[in-house]
């Protein structure tokens, strides 16, 4: 089983749709859990953080489900420029930041 | 959001060559990091660094790779005897807050593009 598992893609949708992306993880002790935006031949932007309460910011929202091993990011009213690929980010405990990626999910958000 | 700058942006060489990639931070950072990405594939965990000592490495980060902070500020990753294989985009990284690393969020550079042929 991979890290960090995503689909890769790529989610085709109209402006203004809302769109959901979906992960899993293999490592139960992985602590802190993030979401970046990667454009291409670009780096990695963190997006947000995940937490259990699950967090929102502006059009983006974030879940973690612990128990499932499971992250998602929801993106509402999409935007044009929302078109990218969408990092699934794992660290595991002790920190150090060695952060395990997912291979990431594309986004292409069209008129 | 902190800023690091990598040089070169682009950087090709032959088969057998040494490079030095290098990373600047804005400001005065203790912990750094290295990621590469091949065309196509995930981002990866190549060496942590923190006071001039590595404090973790992958893998992937075997005897050809060695990391160095020369001068205090700049911080490279010296890459010996390159292979075709070793063409990707590397990422040096560091963390939100100075001088604290565990679970902090990363800012990753704009990376060098490194082509062996």
């Known amino acids: 089983r991979k890290e960090v598992e995503q689909d890769p893609g790529p989610f085709n949708v109209p402006e203004g749709a809302t769109v959901a992306f979906n992960c899993t993880y293999s490592n139960s002790a992985s602590q802190s859990f993030f979401w970046y935006r990667q454009d291409c031949r670009k780096e990695p932007k963190l997006l947000m953080s995940v937490y259990s309460s699950g967090n929102e910011d502006g059009r983006f929202t974030a879940q973690l489900n612990r128990a499932s091993q499971y992250i998602s990011l929801l993106i509402r009213d999409s935007k044009l420029s929302d078109s990218a690929t969408y990092l699934c980010v794992v660290s595991a405990t002790g920190g150090g930041n060695k952060l395990t990626f997912g291979t990431g999910t594309q986004l292409k958000v069209e008129l | ?117």
């Open chain 2, 1 to 117: 959001e902190p800023e690091v700058t990598q040089t070169p942006s682009h950087q090709v060489t032959q088969m057998g060559q040494e490079v030095i990639l290098r990373c600047v931070p804005i400001s005065n950072h203790l912990y750094f990091y290295w990621y590469r990405q091949i065309l196509g594939q995930k981002v990866e965990f190549l060496v942590s660094f923190y006071n001039n000592e590595i404090s973790e490495k992958s893998e992937i980060f075997d005897d050809q790779f060695s990391v160095e902070r020369p001068d205090g500020s700049n911080f490279t990753l010296k890459i010996r005897s390159t292979k075709l294989e070793d063409s990707a985009m590397y990422f040096c990284a560091i963390v939100g807050q100075q001088g604290i690393a565990t679970n902090e969020k990363l800012f990753f550079g704009s990376g060098t593009q490194l082509s062996v042929l």
